[in-house]
Antibody, heavy 120, light 107 residues
Framework: EVKLSESGGGLVQPGDSLRLSCVASGFTFPDFSMSWVRQAPGRGLEWISVISGSALSTSYADAMKGRFTISRDNFQSTLYLQIDSLRVEDTAVYYC?????????????WGLGTLVTVSS | EVVMTQSPATLSVSPGERATLSCRASPGVSTFLAWYQQKPGQSPRLLIHSASTRATGIPPRFSGSGSGAEFTLTISSLQSEDFGVYYCQQYNHWPLKFGQGTKVEIK
């Protein structure tokens, strides 16, 4: 059974940094690209970033370039998202998602998400 | 950057009736399109990928069609558990983009 479990969210102040984690199980982690997607309260889904299975390739949404960094540890089957200089508008549930197969960017499995609240 | 537009914003359908949701992509995205269902308090669930292929475990009442710029998700006979918000997502161009969602209400 595929399982994705995010952690690292919480209440932070504007300007803080945060690293989110996503522990994966139930599949061969290095074989699949992984993405982060966020959802602000009451809003739609916003794709943040993707990382290839080998970690050699990454891509970001334009609005996320510069403050967001995606990475992965294939030995620990863990995906990360570093967010720097947090802003109030970064308040959202952050999901990690497994891509359905190599070469496809459809997101087959999602974690339950971790809530990041940015407030002074 | 691809713009994804979903319509209608809200759809009220009686159980047993057909529901038809639309998604438009500009520019076109071939068949690199997915549909997701999200219920309140839950994570999104993949329903359809490659425009018309049902994901594992998705019942046959869900079907997808279209290519290029116009896509449709059809729920042939709406069940009470099908309420929620439905999103389309293109993956033909970077960055990946979602539509704004269609809320399906049970009439």
């Amino acid at each position: 059974e595929v399982k994705l479990s995010e952690s690292g969210g919480g209440l932070v102040q504007p300007g803080d940094s945060l690293r989110l984690s996503c522990v994966a199980s139930g599949f061969t982690f290095p074989d699949f690209s992984m993405s982060w997607v966020r959802q602000a309260p009451g809003r739609g889904l916003e794709w943040i970033s993707v990382i290839s299975g080998s970690a050699l390739s990454t891509s970001y949404a334009d609005a996320m370039k510069g403050r967001f960094t995606i990475s992965r540890d294939n030995f620990q089957s863990t995906l990360y998202l570093q967010i720097d200089s947090l802003r109030v508008e970064d308040t959202a549930v952050y999901y990690c998602a497994k891509h359905i197969y190599a070469g496809s960017e459809a997101l087959e499995y999602w974690g339950l998400g971790t809530l990041v609240t940015v407030s002074s | 950057e691809v713009v994804m537009t979903q319509s209608p914003a809200t759809l009220s359908v009686s159980p047993g009736e057909r529901a038809t949701l639309s998604c438009r992509a500009s520019p076109g995205v071939s068949t690199f399109l997915a549909w997701y269902q999200q219920k309140p308090g839950q994570s999104p669930r993949l329903l359809i990928h490659s425009a018309s292929t049902r994901a594992t475990g998705i019942p046959p009442r869900f079907s997808g069609s279209g290519s290029g710029a116009e896509f449709t998700l059809t729920i042939s006979s709406l069940q009470s558990e099908d309420f929620g918000v439905y999103y389309c997502q293109q993956y033909n161009h970077w960055p990946l983009k979602f539509g704004q969602g269609t809320k399906v209400e049970i009439k």
